[in-house]
């Protein structure tokens, strides 16, 4: 018997992006799409495609009955939408994952400062796992309810964990400078995201006040075993998708860089998607597109005392759809690769 799959918000980039993973993963069935603007409309229509492997129309969000249709809701929509089906989906007894930010977070109050919505479902939050599966695989496991992390946070996290895990930075020092592709604004229409606005172009935005910073500081403080801020500057670039992030931290003492190198390939060892990459080579966001994996490499810049790290994702994989396929194996007990396991598409 295959999982029943229901996607809400299957019509966004993300969404779009799990249909295509999952139309092809060995254990999963797509028996629900919803739209909000699509009602009736074939998904092809939406996705061309997506023609000859999904024939099914879009439809309206009805969270009873979509979810009593499905073993798995996967929720890709604006934040703030995802708690009433949520709800529902526990009630019903089903497995439930948003690739939004309504359960990503510790605190409710949190998540309501930097979100500026109400968190309707507070109560969820103490069973909501963070979907991160390179640190929190065992919780994922047993888990009903994961909100599965942020792009830019997952590429920032898996980018500084050995470090702060071995305590070789000066926790007050880290710097995030990171871009992203015009995918991870959604498929939504706004000025920003015009062709002339972002061709040609390049440009910070949401300086020391974007909402991935708090998410961020959560998880590098759990690591770090303290209270961590972190400064978090993104970047819009003329590319449809990846995350290229630049991470800084001054080292508390000096070490040097095959030390380092050593400490990232023995905390990744056994991690499939993520890759320390050898000697020579640097991240680049092409080599990851189109698949879940994380390229890294950490190098020592002796006369500045600093180490500068590396970190590629692409975000509506790894950053979004992937880790959600990987979170939903995990909770099904797969392997946690099935689905995934293909590099990505060059050039
Ligand atoms: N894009 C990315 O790289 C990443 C996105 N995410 C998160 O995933 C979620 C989806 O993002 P993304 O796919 O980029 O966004 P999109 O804008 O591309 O898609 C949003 C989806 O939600 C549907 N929708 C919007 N409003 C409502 C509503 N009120 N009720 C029901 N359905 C609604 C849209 O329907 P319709 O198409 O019919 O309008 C569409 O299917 C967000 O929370 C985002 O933060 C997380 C990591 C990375
Ligand atoms: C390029 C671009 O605009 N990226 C988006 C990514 C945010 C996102 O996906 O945020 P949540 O999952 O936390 O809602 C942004 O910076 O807002």
């Given at each position: 018997?295959?999982?029943?799959?229901?996607?809400?918000?299957?019509?966004?980039?993300?969404?779009?992006?799990?249909v295509?993973?999952?139309?092809?993963?060995?254990?999963?069935?797509?028996?629900?799409?919803t739209?909000?603007?699509?009602?009736?409309?074939?998904?092809?229509?939406?996705?061309?495609?997506?023609?000859?492997?999904?024939?099914?129309?879009?439809?309206?969000?009805?969270?009873?009955?979509?979810?009593?249709?499905?073993?798995?809701?996967?929720?890709?929509?604006?934040?703030?939408?995802?708690?009433?089906?949520?709800?529902?989906?526990?009630?019903?007894?089903?497995?439930?994952?948003?690739?939004g930010?309504?359960?990503?977070?510790?605190?409710?109050?949190?998540?309501?400062?930097?979100?500026?919505?109400?968190?309707?479902?507070?109560?969820?939050?103490?069973?909501?796992?963070?979907?991160?599966?390179?640190?929190?695989?065992?919780?994922?496991?047993?888990?009903?309810?994961?909100?599965?992390?942020?792009?830019?946070?997952?590429?920032?996290?898996?980018?500084?964990?050995?470090?702060?895990?071995?305590?070789?930075?000066?926790?007050?020092?880290?710097?995030?400078?990171?871009?992203?592709?015009?995918?991870?604004?959604?498929?939504?229409?706004?000025?920003?995201?015009?062709?002339?606005?972002?061709?040609?172009?390049?440009?910070a935005?949401?300086?020391?006040?974007?909402?991935?910073?708090?998410?961020?500081?959560?998880?590098?403080?759990?690591?770090?075993?303290?209270?961590?801020?972190?400064?978090?500057?993104?970047?819009?670039?003329?590319?449809?998708?990846?995350?290229?992030?630049?991470?800084?931290?001054?080292?508390?003492?000096?070490?040097?860089?095959?030390?380092?190198?050593?400490?990232?390939?023995?905390?990744?060892?056994?991690?499939?998607?993520?890759?320390?990459?050898?000697?020579?080579?640097?991240?680049?966001?092409?080599?990851?597109?189109?698949?879940?994996?994380?390229d890294?490499?950490?190098?020592v810049?002796?006369?500045?005392?600093?180490?500068?790290?590396i970190?590629?994702?692409?975000?509506?994989?790894?950053?979004?759809?992937?880790?959600?396929v990987?979170?939903?194996?995990?909770?099904?007990?797969?392997?946690?690769?099935?689905?995934?396991?293909?590099p990505?598409?060059?050039?």
């Amino acid at each position: 018997m295959k999982i029943k799959v229901g996607i809400i918000g299957a019509t966004g980039y993300a969404g779009a992006e799990l249909v295509r993973l999952l139309v092809s993963h060995p254990q999963a069935e797509l028996v629900a799409l919803t739209t909000q603007s699509y009602e009736d409309s074939q998904f092809y229509e939406v996705y061309p495609y997506i023609y000859r492997y999904v024939d099914q129309k879009c439809l309206q969000l009805d969270p009873p009955s979509l979810v009593g249709a499905a073993d798995v809701i996967f929720t890709a929509l604006p934040h703030g939408h995802a708690m009433p089906v949520a709800r529902e989906a526990l009630r019903q007894g089903k497995k439930f994952i948003d690739l939004g930010a309504d359960f990503r977070f510790d605190s409710r109050e949190v998540y309501e400062k930097w979100y500026k919505v109400e968190h309707t479902a507070p109560d969820l939050l103490e069973q909501a796992v963070y979907g991160l599966p390179e640190l929190h695989r065992d919780k994922i496991r047993s888990a009903c309810l994961v909100g599965n992390p942020g792009c830019y946070p997952t590429s920032v996290i898996l980018g500084l964990a050995p470090l702060l895990a071995h305590g070789l930075v000066d926790t007050g020092t880290v710097v995030a400078d990171c871009k992203s592709g015009v995918s991870g604004a959604g498929r939504g229409l706004s000025l920003g995201v015009h062709f002339a606005e972002v061709n040609e172009n390049f440009r910070a935005y949401n300086v020391g006040q974007h909402r991935h910073t708090p998410e961020i500081e959560q998880e590098l403080s759990k690591l770090a075993g303290e209270d961590m801020v972190i400064s978090f500057t993104p970047h819009l670039t003329p590319m449809n998708r990846g995350i290229l992030s630049t991470l800084y931290a001054r080292l508390k003492q000096e070490i040097s860089a095959a030390k380092v190198r050593a400490l990232y390939e023995e905390y990744y060892n056994g991690e499939f998607f993520v890759r320390v990459l050898p000697e020579g080579l640097l991240p680049q966001t092409k080599a990851v597109a189109g698949s879940n994996h994380c390229d890294l490499v950490p190098v020592v810049d002796p006369r500045t005392g600093r180490v500068v790290v590396i970190s590629v994702i692409d975000n509506l994989i790894k950053g979004a759809a992937g880790q959600a396929v990987q979170n939903m194996n995990l909770m099904y007990d797969l392997p946690e690769t099935m689905g995934l396991d293909r590099p990505g598409l060059y050039p």
